[in-house]
């Protein structure tokens, strides 16, 4: 009988302490954000305003930014550009499947990831400010290594156009 009750008890702290950790996925996303921490990426969980195809309202997505802020700001930036995944009527296509409302001077390398990794991702930003990425976290170090490229191709552009 004593014996019964050192294993319920055993079991239940068991139960306990597994109750308190992270499920599988919650620590899959906490090890990106350390990996992107790691390749200088900042990393927030926020909601950007993305216009619709006809660009006559906003939808609001809560996401995870992943960003990469300029030491000095881009003086011929005026605005912000985004590129997006869909069609948007007034923006210029980049790449297959892929829009922006400036003009940009894109590598083959940039052209070929954006082509890769665009159903992963809700946008990338450009201000003068930084260069960011939104996506919802379902890809794995490799992809983020790849779009963390993207991100420091993007930064090196010095000849925007809005």
Do not use: C
């Amino acid at each position: 009988m004593t014996a019964l009750i050192v294993i319920f008890i055993t079991l239940s702290l068991m139960g306990s302490a597994l109750w308190v950790l992270p499920p599988v996925k919650e620590r899959q996303r906490m090890a990106l954000r350390m990996h992107a921490r790691k390749l200088g990426l900042t990393v927030q969980l926020t909601s950007i305003n993305l216009p619709d195809k006809w660009d006559k309202t906003t939808n609001s997505h809560k996401v995870a930014a992943y960003s990469y802020y300029r030491l000095k700001p881009l003086t011929s930036l005026s605005n912000r550009v985004l590129l997006l995944p869909y069609e948007v009527w007034k923006y210029d296509s980049v790449v297959d499947g892929w829009w922006s409302n400036g003009s940009l001077n894109l590598t083959e390398e940039s052209k070929i990831i954006l082509r890769k990794q665009g159903g992963l991702l809700l946008g990338v930003q450009i201000t003068k400010d930084s260069v960011s990425f939104y996506w919802d976290e379902r890809g794995d170090v490799t992809v983020l290594e790849e779009l963390s490229k993207l991100v420091f191709s993007l930064v090196e552009i010095d000849s925007l156009v809005s």
